[in-house]
């Protein structure tokens, strides 16, 4: 898979891929991952990558000029409707469609290339999101200062369900969220520590009641603390 991103902070992402599975997929050729300066698509004098609202108001809204230079270095087309299969441009925004695992699985099965827009917090000229833009998506109800952040999120939760992205001893099918419950608590050695036992049940050997256990646990928590996963829709919603 091919991942650009685009952002007027280049610098944010510097060392951020640098590490775990996503240094991995890069080093087996599984992602071809770069990152773009939107003020290297300028042609202006200044290199102007944002302006001031038609209307009025606070802050500087994202030009559209260079985005679209953008895309159609790295997409071909800037328009949406002649991209190549498998090509997907995604802005991220606050006002997108919530990014969750399954949303993850879909970019990770369907897309060969993602182009990723970091908006900022004042925003994104309308015309790329109308035309350039085939996903808007958020990360959370929650502000950031700018889609970098999210970009981040994205990619790492997407590269590591590539095919290979995982190390043998891992596997996708065995994360929380895959079925649908939170991960039940770990423990390692010492058995003891500052009077603190682990259950006796993980020490038995009997495998049978480990999971048994386990699986118990992940549901109590689950309950607990998020009862909006235990939907019967599996969506993980
Ligand atoms: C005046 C700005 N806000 C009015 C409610 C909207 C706003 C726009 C842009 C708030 C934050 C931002 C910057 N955030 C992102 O670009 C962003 C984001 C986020 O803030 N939360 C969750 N996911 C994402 S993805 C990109």
Same mark, same amino acid.
């Given at each position: 898979m091919k991942i650009d &991103? /685009? +952002? *007027?902070f280049p610098e944010f992402f510097k060392e951020v891929f640098d590490f775990g599975i996503i240094r991995r997929a890069k080093l087996a050729? &599984?992602?071809?991952l770069n990152v773009h300066d939107i003020r290297e698509f300028t042609t202006d004098k200044h290199r102007m990558t944002d302006d001031r609202p038609f209307g !009025? !108001?606070?802050g500087m809204v994202l030009k559209p000029e260079p985005i679209f230079a953008a895309i159609e270095k790295l997409v071909g087309t800037s328009d949406r409707e002649n991209? %190549?299969? !498998? +090509?997907?441009? *995604? /802005? /991220?925004s606050p006002q997108g469609r919530v990014f969750k695992q399954a949303v993850a699985r879909e970019f990770a099965e369907e897309a060969t290339h993602l182009v990723l827009i970091c908006g900022r917090y004042e925003g994104v000229d309308e015309r790329v999101n109308e035309t350039l833009v085939t996903d808007e998506i958020s990360i959370g109800d929650y502000v950031l200062s700018g889609g970098e952040p999210a970009a981040v999120v994205l990619t790492d939760a997407v590269v590591r369900l590539l095919p290979d992205a995982l190390g043998s001893d891992t596997s996708a099918e065995n994360d929380s969220f895959s079925d649908g419950l939170l991960d039940c608590p770990h423990y +390692?050695? %010492?058995a003891e520590f500052r009077g603190m036992k682990v259950p006796e049940v993980l020490l038995n050997g009997n495998h049978a009641e480990i999971e048994k256990w386990r699986k118990g646990k992940a549901l109590e928590k689950t309950t607990a603390i998020r009862k909006d996963l235990l939907g019967a829709n599996g969506e993980c919603e």
């Open positions: &991103i /685009l +952002t *007027i050729n &599984i992602v071809d !009025g !108001g606070d991209y %190549p299969s !498998g +090509t997907k441009v *995604i /802005l /991220l +390692t050695r %010492p």
